[in-house]
């Protein structure tokens, strides 16, 4: 059975840095950044604003902590990427804790690569959003308590209850609702009913208000007492209310507003990729799990659990049941999938069972891995041509991986090294010689850039006719900036950023104007097929013009 030495999460850490060069990417992620530059610059952590407007979404501990940090470093890509890549590293350690405490140590190195090496971690720790934060804390207070099942030591049950409460301040309840998918169906398959009932848990719940009362402040301030604030459009809106309730359970109910038409399927169809490469293993162990409870006619033994699938399956029925769903949703229990998986993977190896499942599998995972490489030659070939620096990148990454699945010697563990190898090589080629040219089509973050560096005040700038989210512009600009579509709002701002449209309405109003920086961009959160051909990319691009009035 293959067991994971150490230098392979190194060389993870020091992939999740190399993102940091790499712009944040509109529409979240950057506006998650400028939220926190403006927090730090206003120094209240108790309210939040999104470029001086009041914001009710997200709760705070993503703005804090990225404020925090860009109180030490600065306002840019390392600072606020930082706590997100560390929260990262620390659920990898994590997620190898509790798959030693649930099977062995190595399991635990297992399903800890499976984590860190899962595509959709990488996204995470460029693309930052508060999911990587969220999975953190749950699978922490997810090993706490089973530390405290098993040790029978009251912090352990408080620690885990702290998880959960920040986990609560990270992204709403349901930080809450994992834990306890994980935990109540566990024991109720062993049939252990006494762990229903503890009086500890009161104590937890102390611990849990008790964390969660500056945020709830925060937000009482905010909008409770504020009825006339006008909030999507309504006014005598509850931010406690929002917070504990709407934002999360209304999405189900039909409460909530935001709605985007997706069916049960879409997390499961988006973790094709976002999985990527172990969900063609973590589909065969969940099957798997659940034929074997079947047969057991769902009754667990003591040394067996349920705690991870049936923690992923809760959490996939609650997320899959909303009426707004984005593809990151499910990146919660993914800490909880790589654990099945990794047991998925010690069966195979250590106990030599499915021998026909592990053949077949090993075949799909040769083939994905191949596809892999083929898109990462067609990217530094084609799509953003990187010479032949990136062509000998990628060589020496492919031959790596070629080495590991033709000649490797340890058999039983080559279905674990081809996935894990293909999927970390891959990532080398895509983080630098795709997201980082990707980036530089993003008007907002150009744009921004130009102007910080060159010493100019927000205060005369405004954006005009721009059709674009323009999230990242006032984080690299570091000021807070105005857009308008319409002509008659310009007054006397000496600095414009506009289109062709914009350009055409300025030159027939006789503005005599300076060019000082111009390029062609391009929303590059939704990619299409033309963008990505060269050919027809100036097709899918527009250009854009930063000017001053003379």
């Known amino acids: 059975m293959p067991k994971v030495p150490f230098w392979v999460f190194i060389v993870l850490a020091i992939l999740y840095f190399m993102a ?4 944040t990417m509109d529409v979240d992620a950057s506006q998650y950044a400028e939220m926190s530059r403006e927090m730090l610059r206003a120094h209240d952590y108790l309210h939040v604003y999104d470029r001086g407007m009041e914001y009710l979404d997200k709760p705070p501990f993503l703005f804090w902590v990225s404020a925090g940090s860009m109180s030490l470093f600065g306002i840019n890509n390392f600072a606020y990427k930082l706590p997100s890549i560390l929260f990262a590293l620390w659920a990898l350690f994590i997620t190898y804790k509790l798959g030693k405490r649930l099977y062995n140590d190595a399991t635990g190195r297992m399903a800890a690569l499976i984590l860190g090496s899962c595509q959709g971690m990488f996204l995470m720790t460029n693309d930052v959003r508060c999911d990587t934060i969220l999975l953190s804390w749950v699978i922490t207070a997810t090993w706490l308590i089973k530390e405290w099942q098993v040790q029978r030591k009251l912090y352990l049950l408080l620690l885990g209850a702290a998880a959960i409460a920040f986990g609560m301040m990270t992204k709403g309840p349901i930080a809450i609702m994992v834990p306890v998918f994980c935990f109540a169906t ?127 399956l809760l959490a996939y029925i609650a997320l899959g049941s909303s009426k707004y769903q984005l593809p990151h949703y499910i990146f919660v229990a993914f800490p909880l999938a790589a ?53 000998t990148i990628w060589a020496v990454c492919f031959l790596v991986w070629l080495y590991v699945a033709t000649t490797k010697r340890e058999i039983k563990g080559r279905l674990f090294w081809v996935c894990s190898s293909a999927i970390i090589l891959a990532n080398i080629i895509m983080t630098n010689f795709f997201y980082y040219p990707l980036l530089q089509y993003e008007v907002g973050a150009q744009a921004g850039r130009y102007l910080h560096s060159n010493n100019i005040s927000t205060d005369h700038f405004v954006a005009y006719k721009m059709h674009d989210p323009l999230n990242a512009l006032p984080f690299y600009a570091q000021g807070v900036t105005r857009r308008t579509d319409t002509a008659s709002e310009l007054g006397d701002n000496k600095y414009i950023l506009t289109g062709d449209e914009g350009m055409a309405d300025l030159t027939n109003m006789h503005y005599s104007l300076d060019t000082l920086k111009t390029g062609r961009f391009f929303k590059v959160s ?25």
């Open 339 to 391: 654990i099945t998986t990794a047991k998925l993977l010690k069966d195979f190896f250590e106990e030599n069972k499915y021998r026909k499942l592990h053949t077949i599998v090993r075949q799909y995972v040769l083939y994905i891995s191949t596809l892999l490489f083929l898109a990462c030659l067609l990217v530094v070939t084609f799509v953003f041509p990187a010479g032949a620096w990136g062509i």
């Open 20 to 23: 940091v060069r790499v712009d």
């Open 526 to 550: 939704e990619l299409t097929g033309p963008f990505l051909n060269p050919s027809t990319r100036g097709g899918e691009t527009r250009a854009y013009y930063l000017v001053r009035v003379r």
């Open 186 to 312: 566990d024991w109720a398959l062993k049939r252990d009913w006494k762990m229903f009932l503890k009086p500890q848990y009161l104590l937890a719940i102390v611990v849990i208000g008790m964390l969660l009362i500056p945020m709830s402040i925060g937000l009482y301030q905010q909008f409770d007492m504020h009825p006339e604030k006008v909030v999507a459009g309504k006014t005598g809106v509850s931010g406690l209310r929002f917070f504990y309730w709407t934002q999360s359970f209304g999405r189900i109910t039909g409460e909530s507003p935001w709605q985007n038409g997706a069916d049960f399927s879409f997390l499961l169809v988006n973790m094709l990729w976002s999985f990527l490469p172990w969900i063609f293993l973590f589909l065969p162990a969940l099957v798997v799990s659940i034929i074997e409870l079947v047969k057991q006619k769902f009754r667990l033994q003591p040394q067996q659990e349920w705690i991870c699938a049936s923690g992923f």
